[in-house]
């Protein structure tokens, strides 16, 4: 069975210069890389974009089930013992938590790619291909709350930001932020269900009582705590 890929999830504002950071590492790397992003897709003509265009079809119900295949497909790359870097703006809620569950048993390098308004609004304009505002809509936004295993900025010369990120990668220890953000994840649903769990046993408990002065005891109580918080689980 082949071993499972490596992936540099570089994320960062529209015209942030992933695209510019990714190709050099993939260039410079001592390991194979596929380069992946939204944007290969738009360009090879696997959607069909001018059809959107004029409106045979409808991107706003096409939006979900495409970045829900391309996330699997990333994963699904990964497992098949690909080394990926992929390219990606989380700006709608659910792909970051979606995406650290599929790449959960995955070696994962996160990379916060930053650079300045001005600048971002001057690449956006001299490209020519971007929606008017995205970029300052994402500076504004993406990396709010965020934690990185690396952050570099785009405005630094392309070599040193290529150094600074392979060099990172190499020396990066485990777990890493993607790792973490799957823990505290499985945490956060366990709680919920110790909630629900709670909730259901009080709601017996006073129907219970109302109807024939029955009381409940606290017995069945560890065998749902086992299930929830098992041992060694840093959420008990």
């Not at 505002?133 to 936004?141: C, L, P, V």
């Amino acid at each position: 069975m082949n071993q499972s890929g490596k992936i540099i999830l570089l994320h960062g504002a529209s015209s942030s210069g992933k695209s510019t950071i990714a190709r050099g590492v993939q260039a410079t790397i001592d390991e194979p890389f596929w380069h992946i992003s939204i944007d290969h897709l738009r360009d090879s003509g696997v959607l069909p974009s001018a059809r959107i265009r004029n409106g045979d079809f409808n991107w706003g119900d096409m939006r979900p089930q495409f970045f829900d295949g391309f996330h699997k497909s990333l994963a699904a790359y990964a497992q098949a013992g690909n080394n990926l870097i992929v390219e990606h703006i989380f700006d709608t809620d659910g792909w970051l938590s979606d995406l650290a569950i599929l790449f959960a048993p995955l070696d994962v390098f996160f990379v916060g790619v930053h650079c300045s308004l001005p600048e971002l609004i001057r690449r956006e304009t001299a490209q020519g291909n971007r929606q008017p505002g995205s970029a300052e809509q994402d500076y504004r936004t993406i990396h709010r709350g965020l934690s990185y295993d690396l952050e570099i900025q785009s405005e630094l010369s392309l070599e040193e930001n290529i150094e600074q990120l392979i060099s990172a990668w190499k020396s990066r220890k485990s777990p890493g932020v993607f790792a973490r953000m799957v823990s505290n994840q499985v945490c956060i649903n366990r709680f919920r269900s110790r909630e629900v769990c709670a909730a259901l046993h009080r709601a017996m408990a006073t129907c219970a009582t109302q109807s024939s002065g029955w009381r409940p005891t606290a017995s069945g109580w560890p065998t749902w705590r086992r299930w929830l918080f098992p041992t060694g689980s840093n959420c008990a």
